[in-house]
């Protein structure tokens, strides 16, 4: 079974930065889509930035635009998440997703249309 391993998440004062990581067990498979999502307690898991490889779109919302910035390495296996200024409302857990199917390239992204996930790396952003 293909897994997804973030890394990079801890603690760090509003305007700070921090860089996310998410790596797969595999190099066998190729992904239609990758993206991160994001959770706070008592928030719906919210599609922070993908990359669909299908029709080559990236994708950043609104809330983080200008200070996100995702990239992938060039074997479509790894996924980053560089985040600059970060506020305290950007505080909650970090999940990578990878998608295997057209259904993924819906923009924003959706949890429900991604079917691999990690198990998350939490963002602390104190004021």
């Known amino acids: 079974q293909v897994q997804l391993v973030e890394s990079g998440g801890g603690s760090v004062q509003a305007g700070g930065s921090l860089r996310l990581s998410c790596a797969a067990s595999t190099y066998t498979y190729s992904w239609y889509c990758m993206a991160w999502f994001r959770q706070a307690p008592g928030k719906e898991r919210e599609g922070v930035a993908a990359i669909v490889s299908y029709g080559g779109s990236i994708y950043i919302g609104d809330s983080v635009k200008g200070r996100f910035t995702v990239s992938q390495a060039n074997d479509n296996h790894t996924l980053y998440l560089q985040m600059n200024s970060l506020k305290p409302e950007d505080a909650a857990m970090y999940y990578c997703?990878?998608?295997?199917?057209?259904?993924?390239?819906?923009?924003?992204?959706?949890?429900?249309?991604?079917?691999?996930w990690g198990q998350g790396t939490q963002v602390t952003v104190s004021s």
């Open positions: 997703a990878a998608g295997q199917s057209r259904s993924c390239t819906v923009l924003p992204p959706r949890p429900t249309l991604y079917t691999y």
